[in-house]
């Protein structure tokens, strides 16, 4: 699985708003959805760069 610039930027700028939001929100359902939504976006990241290392190792 390569990580695509189509996917990672969008996916980068969602988390650069996401952080924003999770610093500066005094809301709590913000704060909690801003945290859900970097740590699937984290989790997501990770998988790809394993399936990509993976992929490496494997040719």
Do not use: C, H, N
């Amino acid at each position: 699985m390569k990580i695509r610039k189509q996917i990672l930027i969008p996916l980068l700028l969602v988390d650069a708003i996401t952080l924003y939001f999770f610093l500066t929100t005094i809301e709590a359902w913000i704060f909690w959805l801003a945290a859900l939504i970097l740590v699937g976006s984290l989790w997501w990241f990770k998988k790809a760069i394993q399936g990509q290392k993976t992929e490496m190792e494997e040719k």
